[in-house]
């Protein structure tokens, strides 16, 4: 497995654009998390899966954003009508539900760079 | 709401030096994971730690898990330039769950 994979790494698009970006966690973990990121914080969750159920949501994530992994798979995040604030890194990180081993953790992709102009 | 409180937010030493980063929270948490992030990269994961009390070394890097579950701490030896990046502690309430970030330490170590 090569671990985590996002697609595309960079996105630049107008105000008002749609953007979907697409996260491939390890096949093993059954969970699924997508975080933003801006300069100089920490990454903030905004939602997770378990296989293909949507377990959590956070407030941060208004009507313009939806998440799905349809498979229990892959996932996709989609911006509808993206704002100048929408600019950040978005990253996806996947997990198995328990922790098993003392090398188990949470695996972060290298994340989509966005920047709305 | 959960917080990580980690200090200080920046750390600029000579190489050889040692150097501590300390993540605290009052919510105790069952699982903190420490990670290393470059600019323009996700996270890397140095370490999970799920026991109170727990200490693990890799190499030159010794993590602590607070007694009570609620603080944690990261101490490097004799750091390199290598060692340059944003450390990030994460907790979460149960593993398997959303993580919680802190905001971070940048270390920069010079040569």
């Known amino acids: 497995d090569t671990g985590v994979s996002q697609n595309p790494r960079h996105k630049i698009t107008k105000r008002g654009q749609n953007v979907t970006f697409r996260c491939d966690p390890i096949?093993?973990?059954?969970?699924l998390y997508w975080y933003r990121q801006t300069l100089g914080q920490g990454p903030e969750f905004l939602t997770y899966f378990q296989n293909e159920a949507q377990l959590e949501k956070s407030r941060l994530l208004s009507d313009r954003f939806s998440a799905e992994r349809p498979k229990g798979s892959f996932s996709t995040l989609e911006i509808q009508r993206t704002e100048q604030g929408d600019s950040a890194m978005y990253l996806c990180?996947?997990?198995?539900?328990?922790?098993?081993?003392?090398?188990?953790?949470?695996?972060f992709g290298s994340g989509t760079r966005l920047t709305v102009v | 709401t959960q917080l990580l409180e980690q200090s200080p937010q920046f750390l600029s030493i000579q190489e050889g030096e040692n150097l501590t980063v300390y993540c605290n929270s009052s919510?105790?948490?069952?699982?903190l994971q420490w990670y290393r992030q470059e600019p323009g990269e996700g996270p890397v994961l140095l370490v999970t730690?799920?026991?109170?009390?727990e200490v693990k070394k890799l190499k030159r890097l010794t993590f602590q898990f607070g007694d009570a579950r609620k603080d944690s701490s990261l101490h490097i030896t004799a750091a390199q330039p290598g060692d340059t990046g944003l450390y990030l502690c994460?907790?979460?309430?149960?593993?398997?769950?959303?993580?919680?970030f802190g905001a971070g330490t940048i270390l920069r170590v010079k040569s």
């Open positions: 096949s093993e973990h059954n969970r």
């Open positions: 919510s105790v948490f069952s699982s």
């Open positions: 990180a996947s997990s198995r539900d328990r922790f098993r081993g003392r090398k188990d953790g949470y695996t």
């Open positions: 730690v799920v026991t109170g009390g």
């Open positions: 994460a907790g979460a309430r149960e593993y398997g769950n959303k993580l919680v």
